[in-house]
């Protein structure tokens, strides 16, 4: 048995997972940084849990609940943008794990050709982590993010199934 998996979000994952969003330390990463309330975390979660073009994930590592992704399909059924992020304590490297399951589910089941990412500019784990995925980086949004008090520029990456495949046959032959 695998000491990792991931698996569809439930209304039973709603506490939790806002919990580990409005963590000072995820919160600051995200494009709205306000402290979310339970009401508004549950009609978020209503609006979307619906919608066949977002896949909200738990990743479980060791059977606990560690870290949340969402896949969402754009204008195209093959590409998506997805973001993370972790419970605060998660044990060190389990980001890896969540962004490997996460992108074996894209490429695997959901069949897609492209996977999307973005990060704040700031946020230099999140672009190295990007990187360290086998992302490319594909440009910088300039000033494209106002956070209330100053412009951040948004770093965009790729990730095409054909370099996940690969990539995923070199982790597989180690």
């Keep these: 048995m695998t000491d990792h998996k991931l698996r569809p979000m439930t209304e039973a994952d709603l506490v939790q997972v806002l919990a580990w969003r409005n963590h000072p330390d995820v919160r600051r990463y995200m494009y709205t ?65 969540l962004g490997r399951e996460a992108l074996k589910y894209a490429f695997s089941e959901l069949c897609l050709h492209k996977i999307c990412g973005q990060a704040l500019g700031f946020n230099e784990r999140s672009i190295a982590f990007h990187n360290a995925l086998g992302f490319t980086e594909e440009g910088c949004l300039r000033d494209q993010h106002f956070d209330g008090a100053e412009y951040h520029d948004v770093v965009c990456f ?4 054909h370099e996940w495949q690969a990539q995923a046959k070199e982790l597989n032959d180690e």
Aim: no cysteine.
């Design 33 to 97: 940084t306000h402290e979310i309330g339970l009401e508004e975390h549950q009609a978020w979660f209503a609006r979307v849990s619906d919608d066949p073009a977002v896949h909200l994930l738990i990743y479980e590592h060791r059977g606990r609940a560690s870290g949340f992704a969402n896949i969402t399909l754009g204008r195209s059924p093959t590409v998506a943008d997805w973001g993370f992020y972790l419970s605060p304590d998660a044990e060190r490297g389990t980001g890896r794990s």
């Design 158 to 161: 790729g990730l095409l199934d």
